[in-house]
């Protein structure tokens, strides 16, 4: 039997960073639509966005903006999701939402579809899309945690502009031709110049000194892995890549991990790609990383500090299965097993 679905599909936030990433996905990977709706603020009234040949409009989000809509791919920010969700939930739609609105709440599974499927099928209409530092450190970590228990994780991050969204990434181009021409840099999005630069990522600190973005890898983690037990602390650094995170990640299991172990799991793992040429001193980097579905993890080490210790080194294109990706494989999912509403589908046999 084959399980044929006619998606009918809104995207919230078309004109952004993910959303972009969103309509070329949808497009490349051939995903069974039926309708796409572009959805945006009032500032995107009267554009259109080219997809499959077709001039499609970009529609101001209102409240009957979701009827009829199958899957709401929500990537507009925290506040916009909040405002949206739950309208278009009601209107019989599945948001899977890729801001931090719902991600923490019991009640919202917190989906990487290469490691918890199936917690998708307990979704009550909205499936949230974990944090992009979160996704790409899950993916290296969960294949080695399901051989061999992981009990603490170091992670520092090297974060690229695109996680702040288009307007960021455009500043940073902006403000690298303002310094070579001596020019001041203008600082709209971030809160201090980024080309040329590094800063610990700008999000709120809590009392402990740990920003929200440190803590989403922490908290996301553990629900995702359903192991609360792990204990993690991260150092969130952004950086002046355009694209595409990289993290340096420090593993400590309940028993020594050989690398050669690690490798061999890490190299057969789904959406992990393994590249290391100690030779050339060539590990992934993001420029390479960019435009890929991959994670790609190298430089594998025995901790020399701790028996049970591991080291690697990983980059992740962030829009890419850090955001964009990771939504339409969940939506992919979502039609595959059938954890849509049965009203869409139509049976094939
Ligand atoms: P718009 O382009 O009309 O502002 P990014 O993360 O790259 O900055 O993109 C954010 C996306 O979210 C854009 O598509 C943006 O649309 C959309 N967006 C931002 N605020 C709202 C809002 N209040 N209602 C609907 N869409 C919004």
Redesign the pocket.
Known sequence: MHLSFNVRIAL????????TELLELLQSRNFPLADLKL??????AGRTISFQGEDIPVEV?TEKSFDGIDIVLA???G??SK?WASIAVEQGAVVIDNSSAFRMNPDVPLVIPEVNPEAAATHQGIIANPNCTTILMAMAVWPLHQVQPVQRIIAATYQSASGA???AMEEVKAQARAILQGETPPTECFPYPLAFNLFPHNTPMNEQGYCEEEMKMVNETRKIFNAPQIKISATCVRVPVLRAHSEAINLEFAQPMPVAKAREILANAAGVQLVEDWEANYFPMPIDATGRDEVLVGRIRQDLSHPCGLELWLCGDQVRKGAALNAVQIAELLVARNWLKPKTATVVH
Do not use: I, K, Q, Y
């Open positions: 919230l936030g078309a004109t952004g960073a993910v959303g959805l945006a603020s009032p500032r995107s989000v990537s507009a920010g506040g916009t405002t969204g288009m307007r």
